[in-house]
């Protein structure tokens, strides 16, 4: 069972926003269910949007990456 941003239900994974998720055996009966939710808050510490922000901490990961490596071969 999903439930949508509005808390309405829905069939679509993509949509859902909190739900809970049932595992079943081969006989069909449910082995495990495994509740989520998803949050859309925006961290208030953060200058700028959280994909914003990782994308500068990959590229900075990447210079530092970029670093070693010109280094190790120098």
């Known amino acids: 069972m ?3 941003a509005e808390g309405q239900p829905t069939d679509d994974a993509a ?3 909190r739900g809970e998720v049932v595992e079943y055996d081969v006989h069909g009966r449910p082995t495990r269910r495994t509740r ?3 949050d859309r808050k925006e961290l208030p510490w ?3 949007s959280e ?3 990782l994308l500068w901490v ?3 990961l990447f210079v ?3 670093a070693i ?3 190790l071969l120098a």
Do not use: I, N, Q, S
């Open 69 to 71: 490596g010109v280094f």
């Open 2 to 4: 999903y439930l949508d």
């Open 51 to 53: 994909p914003a922000f």
């Open 58 to 60: 990959f590229a900075g």
């Open 36 to 38: 989520f939710f998803l």
């Open 46 to 48: 953060l200058p700028v």
């Open 64 to 66: 530092v990456w970029l």
């Open 15 to 17: 949509k859902a926003m």
